[in-house]
């Protein structure tokens, strides 16, 4: 069974985040929400408060299959200054390791130097921060090698199947999307 943390802070896109805990454990995926804060209760963009399933600490995200940033401010900014994230963020990353982010989030990854000659998107506006990418802004998810990127809250379900399509194949992909009656224009 496949790892994957998603990583939460104060100021996160709820809608995000919580698409892809939901759809990814349809799929049969062990998802652990991780508070990047001293707290397990993680209030997002919407004033929705989330109950975390581990801390950072507790977490031990190095152990995962994928590493996944929602998106939402001042959500994305506070993940983007969490050294001990951003250096495993770094080492997925090297290491060919997926690593996922939506909306804000893949300009963490651009600051980082992940997405350096590589495809990717971000939220409109914020393509200045794919530093070195080739960005793509006409698509809703992209992903390329082991790094997929996409556009904001709108394109939380297509982005939560590729998640699914890359860890549990196109077969359990569509398995979820019929089961939540979604059909991909993609």
């Known amino acids: 069974m496949s790892r994957v943390c998603v990583f939460l802070a104060d100021g996160f896109e709820e809608v995000e985040a919580l698409t892809v805990v939901d759809l990814l454990r349809r799929a049969e995926v062990y998802v ?27 977490a031990k995200p190095e152990k995962s299959d994928m590493l996944v940033l929602p998106g939402g401010m001042p959500g994305v900014t506070y993940l983007g200054e969490h050294e001990g994230l951003t250096k495993l963020l770094v080492k997925f990353a090297k290491e060919g390791k997926e690593v996922a982010a939506i909306c804000a ?35 809703e998810v992209v992903t390329d090698g082991n790094i997929t990127t996409s556009r904001g809250a709108g394109t939380a379900i297509p982005f939560a199947l590729r998640l699914i399509e890359i860890l549990s194949g196109p077969e359990m992909a569509q398995k979820v999307s019929r089961g939540i009656v979604y059909s991909c224009t993609e």
């Open 105 to 139: 989030a893949p300009s963490i990854l651009g600051k980082l130097g992940i997405v350096k000659g590589k495809k990717a998107t971000v939220y409109p506006g914020m393509e200045e921060f794919l530093k070195g990418a080739d960005v793509v802004v006409d698509r």
């Open 32 to 58: 652990t929400m991780v508070s990047i804060s001293d707290s397990l209760h993680v209030r997002g963009r919407s004033n929705i408060e989330v109950i975390a399933d581990e801390l950072w600490e507790n």
